[in-house]
Structures are given as structure tokens and as C-alpha cells.
């Protein structure tokens, strides 16, 4: 069993830059990949970025490349997504979950954060 925590998210302006935490107890996260997920009100739930149980490979929806970047530090247990650049668009409940890979499939991940808001005004 994993528990995830997310922290971080808040009320920021267009531009602006954030750091989404999350934090795992239970099993070693480096056994586990780790996804960012995020749903706006009235959507489904979107893919937004991965990483490997080692941390090496990352990957990301296209919508949030090259502004927004997933690391883990398996030492602290703790996964992050460093979102700069940050647009209204963005504006969504951001989830981390932990499974077995990497992959933009929600049903790949098998446990799962509670959420954690992130507003972005224009």
C-alpha cells in the first residue's frame, strides 16, 4: 500500500509558476512509477506527465511540454511537477498516483492522491 498527499496547488496569475508536491508513505517509492494527472471542472481526467521508478525517462502530455516538469526523489519519497509559465487553461484538480509504468493511462497507476487545486487567473 502507498499513500500519496498532494500539496502545493493555490490561486496564481497567468505566468506565474508553481511546485506541486507529493508525498508517499507506505512502500519505497522507488519501486513505483509516478504520474501527474488533472481535472477541470466538468472534464475527465487528463494525463499531464509521468516519470520511471528510476526517475530517468519523463514524459508529458503536449499541452504542458516545456513548461511544466515531473521529478522524484525516491530518498525523500516524494514526487514533484514544477509547472511554470502557468495559463487559465491550466486551471484543474491536480492528482499524483503511483503504478507499476510510466504511461498517460489512468488505469495504470494503482494508487492515488486526493488532489490539490491549482487556479490560474488571466
Known amino acids: 500500500q502507498v499513500q500519496l498527499v498532494e500539496s502545493g496547488g493555490g490561486l496564481v496569475q497567468a505566468g506565474d509558476s508553481l511546485r506541486l508536491s507529493c508525498p508517499a508513505s507506505?512502500?519505497?517509492?522507488?519501486?513505483?512509477?509516478m504520474g501527474w494527472f488533472r481535472q477541470a471542472s466538468g472534464k475527465e481526467r487528463e494525463f499531464v506527465a509521468s516519470?520511471?521508478?528510476?526517475?530517468?525517462?519523463?514524459y508529458y502530455a503536449d499541452s504542458v511540454k516545456g513548461r511544466f516538469t515531473i521529478s522524484k526523489d525516491n530518498a525523500k519519497m516524494t514526487a514533484y511537477l514544477q509547472m511554470n509559465s502557468l495559463k487559465p487553461e491550466d486551471t484543474a484538480v491536480y492528482y499524483c498516483?503511483?503504478?507499476?509504468?510510466?504511461?498517460?493511462?489512468?488505469?495504470?497507476?494503482?494508487?492515488w492522491g486526493q488532489g490539490t487545486q491549482v487556479t490560474v487567473s488571466s
Open positions: 498516483a503511483a503504478g507499476p509504468l510510466a504511461t498517460s493511462t489512468l488505469t495504470t497507476y494503482n494508487y
Open positions: 507506505g512502500r519505497t517509492l522507488s519501486t513505483y512509477a
Open positions: 516519470i520511471s521508478q528510476s526517475g530517468a525517462l519523463t
